[in-house]
């Protein structure tokens, strides 16, 4: 049973750039939320997808945008990269509903931004 | 927006309990607390989570003060493999979406 997977695990881009992350849920997961973690924070809570749908968002800008497919994998996109777009963009996924499950967590993707 | 209160760090003798306490004085009456850890550049891993009473797995055992506002992950027998940033959150639920807020949490490290 795969866990969440996320690719690529480790990308430089330059400031301007634009960068698409991609993540696969665990097997039988439909909810997929994204985080954020900076060297020495913890993770910041970007948006999270169901349905196909963005259903919530935390404090980021428009610049963070996403989707999730009919298979319930989702991309993470950043236009006009910034440095402190420098991070590690964590993807989780989850059963939608008020249950009690836990988030399941991939490796993450480490971006560098130049 | 974090809800949780960690020390920053602790220490604790391989084979000992590791004991690490959480302030959640705000947390709200339907507001899930859940324990993550994170070893270096990895994913957090789920450890537990709680809503009032104790709960206890194969990894540690979470104590809830009745009131709420505090808990303590109870690692019983601590390992080298231990060592690790650990998160303790509150799982805030709106319109039946979930979302974590993690706090700076707290390093703990595993002395042989």
Redesign the interface.
Known sequence: DAGVTQSPTHLIKTRGQQVTLRCSPKSGHDTVSWYQQALGQGPQFIFQYYEEEERQRGNFPDRFSGHQFPNYSSELNVNALLLGDSALYLCASSLLGPGTGELFFGEGSRLTVL | D?KTTQPPSMDCAEGRAANLPCNHSTISGNE?V?W?RQIH??????II?G?KNNETNEMASLIITEDRKSSTLILPHATLRDTAVY?CIVRV?????????????TRLTINP
């Open positions: 974090a899930y859940y993550y550049s990895q994913g957090p891993q789920y989570h809503l998160y639920l709106i319109q039946g979406a979930q979302k974590l807020v993690f706090g700076q949490g």
